[in-house]
């Protein structure tokens, strides 16, 4: 499904991304773990297409695609999806009619029919009461005003309403208490399945609790330099990265 | 300095003429004075130039050219407002004010033939205001609009409608709104090259809601004057919303002339192609505890410009004065130019103000996060700008 070769990649004039490489298969979970400035959000930065983050070398293959030479809306038509680590608001713009207007455009890139508003309500309820979220979400701007967990929650429901086949969360367990915590595992758990693959980034070793990985990797100084199973995670927990620098 | 005139206003000739001409069409003998005085007035002083704050970003020579010389490539809808059903409509036209049938007993027009000479405001217009004493000397339509306290808030939409479009046309409409009043008045452009002032007056307890609904085509300009003289326990809620033109240019006054009223406007300034637009808004609180919010948002394209501002001065002894400038502005291209400060003269002692102004472009973190969702770059730059812009929407 995607295939990280030795990528090498800008973020402003800074070299972060230094050789990396990663493969994940569909239906896989892989967790990405590592430091603070290691290049984490901007490996999923650069997945979805963001100007700031310049690829230097190396590629990336994504469902046979050349996925860095798409716009950030023709990947996500073709289902990559980032779940921001710091969501941006948009005041004056309701949660609703963004997500109807992404969802409408990302079909019309597919060549599939529009959702009236009618269609598109009913689907969006129904997500909300799967996801445990509270529906007041959709009258509101988005993101504005809403607490920091809140705009972690609305973005894993965007990505529940947009069924994403590669979703990248970029930690998304940062900042929640364990209630929110549950809520965002059982969004990503329900979304689950042998089509469908995640690039979980995270900081703790705790969303792993809730979110079973099949693999685990460090992300240390723009490239991986270990890799491992569900333990790893827990190694990592114990010892912290101070390994890192022998 | 009949030169002026040979520059921006007309061929003196041609100007002899026109008040000759206005003499025969039977202009009351005040009038005639009034206009005898502000020509005196207007061969004193400079033609508009750059030199004037107020003309500063605009290019002057517009005033004189030839309309059908400006490119144009924006076209925007012009609402239909003769089919508002629940509203009273004035059209101004080459015959005045048309299109009323029967006035309701709310409402009283009276022409410069049967209005009272006290009734006419008289400005002092200064050289940055020149236009508007042009208006004085020339005002072809107009008169007293008086609207009496209903039960329910009334309608009135005013709408701009001429057929020769390339003079030209001075007109002045005075708003005198009884005390207890609730008014929602629409002034719309359909066709003309307007140079209109409006004036304001209102009575105590008044509630006036004017939306100033100016979208041009790259051919066409306006230039208007408002005032507004607010009493006490009065709320006025201004809405523009500017739009295109080879040149617009407004100037917005408030007077406090009492306490406890509240003045509310949002502008919104959007030039393309080779617009000029200019907005500026200058409220006076002479008095006490009166509140002005002023918010514009102003987003120009391609070559165009765009001088926007909103300047408060607070006289000695106008404590709790309580005011707020918030000017934002978007630079959609290399080429656009945005010029904006918003200024505070505050000689009172307790006064709560706040002020501030941005300029920049959209921003790229909002606009990539519109595009990770599936939204094409131009939609995306349009829902950034009706984002941009909403805080101005104040009704
Ligand atoms: N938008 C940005 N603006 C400025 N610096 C950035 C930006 N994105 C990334 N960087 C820089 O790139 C480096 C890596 O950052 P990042 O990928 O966010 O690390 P991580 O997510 O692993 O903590 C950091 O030094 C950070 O300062
Ligand atoms: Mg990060």
Redesign the pocket.
């Known amino acids: 499904m995607l295939k990280i070769e030795n990528v090498f990649a800008n ?2 004039d ?1 070299e ?1 991304l230094k050789g990396l490489s990663l493969e994940v298969k569909p239906g896989e979970v892989h967790a990405i773990m ?12 650069l997945l979805a297409g ?1 100007p ?2 310049q690829p230097q070398g190396g590629s990336v293959q994504y469902m046979g695609k050349d996925l860095l030479s798409l716009e950030p809306e023709e990947r996500a038509a073709i289902g990559v999806f980032l779940a921001f ?1 710091y969501p941006v608001e948009i005041p004056g713009v309701n949660n609703m009619y963004f997500l109807r207007t992404a969802l409408n455009a990302q079909r019309k890139y597919r060549g599939e029919d529009a959702m009236d508003s009618a269609q598109f309500l009913r689907m969006v309820k129904q997500k909300i009461k799967d996801m445990n979220m509270r529906d007041d979400l959709l009258k509101r701007p988005v993101n504005v005003g809403f607490s920091g967990g809140e705009k972690k929650r609305n973005e894993v429901f965007q990505m529940g309403v947009l069924e994403p086949k590669l979703a990248i969360l ?2 998304t367990d940062s900042g929640l208490d364990i209630d929110a915590l549950k809520i965002v595992a059982d969004g990503v758990n329900q979304l689950r399945s042998a089509d469908r693959s995640f690039i979980i ?1 995270t900081h703790y070793q705790r969303l792993l609790d809730y979110i079973e990985p099949d693999f685990v990797h460090v ?1 240390a100084d723009g490239k991986i330099v270990k890799s491992g199973d569900k333990n790893l995670a827990l190694e990592l927990e114990e010892q912290g990265y101070g390994w890192l620098n022998n | 300095m009949v030169g002026l005139i040979t520059d921006w206003l007309k061929q003196p000739e041609k100007l002899a003429q026109e008040l000759e001409q206005q003499k025969a069409d039977e202009i009351p003998a005040w009038l005639q004075e009034k206009r005898q005085s502000a020509l005196q007035k207007i061969q004193t002083m400079k033609a508009p130039s750059r030199r004037l704050e107020s003309w500063r970003y605009t290019d002057v020579n517009r005033l004189i050219k030839d309309l059908d010389s400006f490119q144009s490539t924006e076209h925007h809808e012009k609402i239909n407002a003769t089919e508002k059903k629940d509203s009273v409509v004035i059209v101004i036209d080459e015959s005045g004010y048309t299109g009323i049938g029967e006035c309701p007993d709310w409402l009283t027009i009276q022409t410069f033939n049967n209005m009272s000479p006290g009734d006419w405001h008289e400005f002092d217009f200064d050289s940055e205001s020149v236009v508007s004493l042009a208006n004085d000397l020339l005002v072809q339509t107009g008169g007293l609009i008086s609207i009496k306290k209903t039960s329910q808030p009334i309608n009135i939409h005013i709408v701009y409608a001429f057929d020769e479009i390339d003079d030209w046309k001075y007109i002045r409409n005075q708003f005198k709104l009884a005390h207890g009043a609730e008014v929602n008045i629409i002034e719309q452009h359909q066709t003309g090259r307007i140079n209109v002032i409006n004036v304001y007056d209102l009575a105590d307890h008044v509630v006036l809601n004017r939306s100033h609904d100016i979208r041009l085509n790259s051919s066409e300009q306006f230039i208007s004057f408002n005032l507004f003289e607010i009493p006490e326990n009065v709320t006025v809620t201004n809405m523009n919303q500017h739009i295109g033109g080879s040149l617009q240019h407004h100037t917005h006054a408030i007077n406090f002339n009492k306490t406890g009223s509240k003045y509310t406007s949002g502008s919104i300034n959007k030039s393309f192609d080779n617009n000029h637009i200019t907005d500026i808004v200058n409220v006076n609180h002479s008095f006490k505890n009166n509140q002005s919010d002023v918010t514009h948002r102003s987003i120009a394209k391609d070559q165009s410009q765009i001088f926007n501002n909103a300047k408060a001065l607070v006289a000695v002894g106008a404590d709790q004065s309580e005011i707020e400038q918030d000017l934002k502005n978007v630079l959609l291209s290399p080429d656009a130019k945005i010029f904006s400060k918003p200024e505070l003269e505050v000689y009172a002692d307790e006064v709560v103000a706040a002020h501030g102004s941005t300029i920049g472009a959209l921003d790229e ?1 909002a606009l990539f996060y519109l595009r990770s969702r599936g939204i094409n770059i131009d939609q995306a730059r349009d829902i950034m700008i009706e984002s941009f812009e909403q805080e101005a929407w104040v009704c």
């Open positions: 973020a402003g800074k972060i590592g430091p603070n400035g290691a290049g984490k959000s901007t490996l999923g930065n963001m700031y983050v680590q970029d930690e980034i992300l | 973190t």
